[in-house]
C-alpha cells in the first residue's frame, strides 16, 4: 500500500487516496481544492505517522492552544488509520457473492 494517505470530506464523510510520493500527494490535494463539494484536510505519512494540514487548516491549528492542537492532531491521525485499516481488511475479503459461489469452490453441505 501506498504510504501517504491524502485526506479529504466529501458529503459530511471522511475519504482518502493513496500516493506513493509527498509530492503527489500535494498535487491531489491541490487538485481536490478546486472542486466542488470537496473539503481537503491534509497528508497523512503512513511511514511516520505524521499529518499534514491543507495551508487553511495548518493556519487555524497554528492558532490553536497545545490541547486542542494536541486533540486535532489525534483526531486526524485516528481518522486516517482507521480509514487505511479499512481498506486493508476489504482487501482481504472477496469482493462478491459471486466469488463465493464460483464452481471450483469446495461447496459445504
Do not use: C
Amino acid at each position: 500500500m501506498s504510504r501517504f494517505s491524502v485526506i479529504y470530506l466529501l458529503h459530511k464523510q471522511y475519504h482518502h487516496i493513496y500516493s506513493d510520493t509527498h509530492e503527489e500527494a500535494n498535487a491531489i490535494l491541490a487538485k481536490l481544492l478546486t472542486q466542488e463539494d470537496y473539503k481537503p484536510i491534509g497528508i497523512y505519512d503512513a511511514k511516520t505517522e505524521l499529518f499534514f494540514w491543507e495551508p487553511t487548516r495548518q493556519h487555524q491549528y497554528d492558532k490553536a492552544s497545545i490541547g486542542k492542537q494536541g486533540k486535532l492532531g489525534d483526531q486526524i491521525t485516528n481518522i486516517a488509520q482507521n480509514l487505511r485499516h479499512h481498506d486493508e481488511i476489504n482487501q482481504t475479503r472477496p469482493n462478491s457473492i459471486a466469488q463465493l459461489l464460483q464452481p471450483d469452490q469446495t461447496e459445504f453441505v
